[in-house]
């Protein structure tokens, strides 16, 4: 086991170093009453609440398993505790009218959440006594440094919604929505708290139009057109006041001198850039989708065409002009086109006692960046996957796709096994802007396919998912080049082997090849997920031991990946959007073999 300094100790001592309990507790639970005063009008009031509280307490005891461990002579105490309470009451009237074929239906309501966290810590770096009842916060020793932290923070959250819709005969449909939400103060500022979002759909099922009675001869049961158009908003990850410039202090930041001895001044500065005109992150789609389903319902069809425009894209940790002489709060910087296409089919049929069911899905995405803030230095946002001074693996930029990788190009590898990069702008100096698109985390589509078969009492599942088009930026190792992978081991440069795909290890310009396409893979794959088999107890024996159904099975999850990607797993890189793609090596999925019961009583 390894303690911080990169100390190496036996896991059975590092056990025995600490002590530490966490308790937590919840309550949760809901209200509600509906109210019916006459015949289509529906009032409900609901109220929801849940009560959290956790407390956690550690103990360093005193360790002396070598002699550079850093606490060996400091038996620490913590303790903190953390409340959070939660209520949201919701209100809101439904009346649903129906005339001949006419139907009409009609919502308003509103909505309102509070949020309270409070917390507050105490400790010690050392206590008087190595001994169980001087083990806490309240027994610190005669030099001990005493620490201390709390705050309460509250959320609040109103909502205001309204709802309209008409349907003819179960042939024509529409509906209207109108959303106006407020965020609360510490998310956004006062001006701009309020956002509306209105969005209207409708849809044309031709199936039952007299017109269109040629469909049944085609074994077309149902055939069903619709639009959809709405916008919808979103504060990101907002809170905290973000948006202001509350002042951070310090207690040596100016020094003044009185000829003899520096006397430092305590000092006050704003944390950041206020930005006052932060506002709702909004989405704009328009979705095009028809369903279908054919052959006495056996065969059905879903297809969604979309796109969709997010505008004033909140983003956070952004570089600015030096000139402004701050870092930026979080701001509006740009928007983000989405187009791309769904598909979903599905068969189900039988033959006899045998039974067997095939869905299948297929989904494309094409995504751009159209807008950048003219005043975000350099004309890109850069990720917040940061390598040493070579800058992020990511970049967010006007017509490249959201966070592509962004690096350095290996043009061929020299008689010495190093790398030689492509000069883009012909300065003879390779430098940051040397740096061009080496690939993208979205893959051109994603698809899956669920298998199903049943006989009698036994049934037979198989799942399966995957991605095609979707590049890896494999970030093993952030600084020296090692070759622990058996491909890079393998194919890499040495005296012998000159036309290798990849440098000799401890490569010179280490930083700049970590950072290159040398590193950037094809992550398509192909990963079967489930494949189960179950079996259920005949109803008749059931019934004799006071059981509704008995159910057991046996899968194998995630047993086969087919990929040509070199490292560990292609779908456990990181998720952050910024950081979407890039492979830190963690922990790849796990293969399980599972066993199971399932009982309804």
Known sequence: CTLGGGEMVHPAVNVKRSDTSKLNRNLMGTLYANFTPFKGFVFTTRLGYNYSNTNYYNYNHLFYGSSSVVNKDQNAVTRWSQTGEYYQWENFMNYNKTIG????????????????????????????????????????????????????????????????????????????????????????PFANKW????????????????????????????????????????????????????????????????????????????????????????????????????????????????????????????????????????????????????????????????????????????????????????????GNTVMHSNGAFTAFEVGYPVWYFRGYQVDYLDDNGDPVFKDNDNNGIINAEDKAMIGKAFPDFTYGITLGMNYKNFDFLVFANGSQGNDLFMSYQYFNISYSLKEMYDQRWTPSNKTAKYARPQVTQAEKYNLSDALVFDGSFFRIKQIQLGYTVPEKICNKVKLSKFRVYASLDNFFLFTKYPGMDPESSATATAGMGVDYGNYPTTRKVVFGVSLTF
């Open 101 to 188: 074929k006419h139907a009409l239906g009609a919502m308003l309501g509103m909505s309102y959440s509070n949020n309270e966290i409070t917390y507050v810590s105490a400790g010690v770096n050392k206590v008087a006594k190595d001994d169980p009842l001087y083990a806490d916060v309240c027994y610190p020793a005669g030099d001990a440094v005493k620490t201390t932290d709390g705050y309460s923070n509250v959320y609040r959250k109103l909502s205001y919604f309204a709802r309209l819709n008409y349907s003819y005969a179960d042939k024509y449909i529409a509906e209207a929505v109108f959303r106006r939400d407020a965020a609360d103060a510490s998310v956004l």
């Open 195 to 382: 956002g509306s979002f209105p969005s209207f759909s409708a849809g044309w099922v031709l199936s039952k139009e007299n017109f269109m009675s040629f469909l049944k001869k085609a074994n077309v049961s149902f055939l069903k057109f619709r639009v959809s158009w709405g916008l919808n908003g979103s504060t990101s990850n907002l809170g905290g006041y973000k948006y202001s410039n509350a002042l951070n202090t310090g207690s040596a930041g100016y020094s003044f001198s009185n000829g003899e001895n520096f006397i430092y001044i305590p000092y006050a500065k704003p944390s950041q850039l206020y930005n006052p005109n932060l506002k709702w992150e909004s989405s704009e789609q328009l979705d095009l989708g028809l369903d279908l389903r054919m052959f006495n319902e056996r065969f059905t069809l879903t297809a969604d065409w979309y796109s969709k425009k997010t505008r004033d894209l909140i983003v956070s940790g952004i570089i600015i002009p030096y000139e402004a002489g701050n870092n930026a709060a979080p701001m509006n910087a740009g928007n983000v086109s989405n187009k791309g296409f769904e598909l979903d089919l599905g068969w189900k049929d039988h033959i006899g006692d045998f039974g067997y069911s095939i869905n299948a899905n297929i989904a494309t995405l094409r995504n751009k960046v159209t807008y950048l803030d003219p005043n975000i230095s350099g004309g890109r946002i850069e």
